[in-house]
């Protein structure tokens, strides 16, 4: 008889991107340094725009929805990482306004099962003529609405 890894929770809201954690990443104690946590949680939103057809290549002219500023970040760390690895970023939306959102995230172990770090981040779209506040794309918006959590 084998012992059966126990399912993975089912999400019921936003999505859960792969992310690993590499030795440079920890601090001299062996844990996730803190400043790790919003990169990964960057690379890992990064990648679920990407399979939209979001991207940003460095220019701020053609970025469109990309053209965004952080307006504020608010992290609490629950549990230390203490080993290099496959993680997980759980990703969703909390809000969903014209010209900003906030989206709520928890690094996670790889099935979604222990919460390191959860936290928020809001976002203010741009025009990159003015970096004044612009309204979010049509095909952004609908991408977007996918991800809110259901409470909202």
């Known amino acids: 008889m084998t012992a059966e890894a126990p399912p993975a929770p089912v999400l019921t809201y936003g999505r859960l991107i792969p992310v690993t954690v590499h030795f440079d990443d920890l601090d001299a104690l062996g844990l996730l340094h803190n400043a790790r946590y919003p990169l990964l949680v960057e690379r890992a939103w990064t990648e679920l725009w990407q399979d939209n057809g979001i991207r940003f290549e460095g220019d701020w002219a053609a970025a469109g929805d990309a053209c965004n ?30 010209t900003g959102l906030t989206y709520g995230f928890r690094f996670c172990s790889a099935d979604g099962t222990v919460t390191y770090a959860r936290g928020s981040r809001v976002l203010v779209r741009l025009d990159a003529a003015t970096l004044r506040p612009a309204p979010w794309s049509d095909a952004f918006r609908a991408a977007a609405r996918e991800l809110l959590h259901p409470d909202v």
């Open 69 to 98: 500023a952080v307006k504020e970040l608010r992290i609490t760390y629950e549990a230390p990482v203490t080993r290099t690895g496959d993680y997980a970023v759980h990703l969703w939306l909390d809000r969903l306004g014209t």
